[in-house]
């Protein structure tokens, strides 16, 4: 077999992992699925949080809503999370990204059974509010941060 030929494969391979891992990364909104079921994947969601110092502001339990007003909805629980030295730079720039800060985490099931982690891509919401440059640090620093909580979060 040729290098080419391998490349190809390998560039392949990658791109079928990368879709099963993030299938919905469009219009600023990241998704991994979990290796695990939604409560433990919140579970570990919110541990990774807090070990990283980070605030639990809220954990809101839609289903548990929806629930007590008789509908139906499999799970699907937010995570509210963040802390000011890392939202407020960006909030110096552009004081609009507060309608999306703190930081939020969706752990839903779909109709397959199967779990997913959601967040907002921080570049996404630092371009949606007209973050300026100054706050680029801020925005890597954040996105970094959230792709590691969410990849602890989810793989085995």
């Known amino acids: 077999m040729r290098l080419p030929a391998l490349i190809r494969i390998f560039a392949l391979v990658a791109a079928t992992c990368l879709w099963e891992t993030q299938a919905m990364a469009a219009d600023g909104l990241i998704s991994i699925k979990s290796s695990f079921g939604p409560e433990d994947t919140m579970k570990r969601l919110e541990a990774e949080v ?6 639990v502001f809220a954990h809101v339990d839609h289903a548990a809503g929806a629930a007590a007003v008789g509908l ?3 799970p699907t629980d937010l995570l509210i999370f963040g802390n000011a030295k890392g939202g407020t730079p960006l909030m110096q720039q552009a004081q609009t990204i507060g309608i999306d800060l703190p930081l939020k985490a969706l752990v839903w099931q779909d109709d397959q059974g199967a779990t997913w ?8 919401l630092a371009q949606r509010h007209g973050v300026g440059e100054p706050a680029k640090a801020a925005v890597d620093a954040m996105t970094t941060a959230l ?5 602890k979060a989810t793989a085995p």
Do not use: E, F, Q, V
């Not at 807090?50 to 605030?55: C, V």
């Open 117 to 124: 982690l959601s967040y907002n891509d921080p570049a996404y």
């Open 50 to 55: 807090k070990a990283r110092g980070l605030t």
């Open 147 to 151: 792709h590691a909580i969410a990849t």
């Open 72 to 74: 139906p909805l499999r």
